[in-house]
């Protein structure tokens, strides 16, 4: 079944305030991954992690392995920001099989 | 420039064709994998290779085989193609397996399926 529970599947936002996406996973997850799609399409990375939490400018993601969520959150938004957004994170049972997220559509909106 | 390279961008075949699509990553990692992003937009892990052995197969068809030459190139060919194999194929690599390792993806190549 699904383990990964991304949220919401679209997000509005104006420029200069912020909000959070987050991924619950039905299964205890070793890892997570955040990707934003670029506007040619490529997955660029934003941030891994095994626990806890990481700060990178204006993006700020945490991820509790035990209450099984994730979240990133972007504040200050840009219109750069604009994108869709994965989570991604490695089932504990399932090796290297990283389980996507359906994906947040963020639009920036000046 | 160290990142993950495939090619070509977009492919446009018709029913029963053969294809290969190539991925290269110039890393330095151990473990390149190949994804397939649905209609649906979801992207499912397909195989995994870590030093040219396979690890991880999921329920694929079998017209679909990756091919490596070394641990910095996972190509993937499929035999004959059917309408259903239309998608973005992606590939990743990282520097490790059996733990927890980040993983890095290409631009993907668009397979359309006539």
């Known amino acids: 079944g699904d383990q990964v529970e991304q949220s919401p599947s679209a997000l509005s936002l104006h420029e200069g305030t912020g909000s959070a996406l987050r991924c619950n996973f039905t299964?205890?997850?070793?890892?997570v991954q955040w990707f934003r799609k670029n506007s040619r399409g490529s997955l660029i990375n934003l941030f891994y992690l095994a626990s806890g939490t990481k700060e990178n400018g204006r993006l700020k993601s945490a991820f509790d392995s035990k209450e099984r969520y994730s979240t990133l959150h972007i504040r200050d938004a840009q219109l750069e920001d604009s994108g869709t957004y994965f989570c991604a994170a490695e089932p504990n049972s399932a090796g290297n099989k990283l389980t996507f997220g359906i994906g947040t559509r963020v639009l920036v909106r000046p | 420039e160290t990142a993950v390279f495939q090619t070509p961008n977009y492919h446009v075949t018709q029913v029963g064709n053969e294809v290969s699509f190539n991925c290269k990553q110039t890393l330095g990692h151990d473990t390149m994998y190949w994804y397939k992003q649905d209609s649906k937009k979801l992207l499912k892990i397909m195989f995994s290779y870590n030093n040219k052995q396979l690890i991880v197969n999921e329920t694929v068809p079998r017209r679909f085989s990756p091919q490596s030459s070394d641990k910095a190139h996972l190509n993937l060919r499929i035999k004959s193609v059917e309408p259903e194999d239309s998608a973005v194929y992606l590939c990743?690599?990282?520097?490790?397996?059996?733990?927890?390792?980040?993983?890095?993806f290409g631009p993907g190549t668009r397979l359309t399926v006539l």
């Open positions: 990743a690599s990282s520097s490790g397996l059996g733990g927890s390792y980040e993983q890095y």
């Open positions: 299964t205890t997850m070793r890892a």
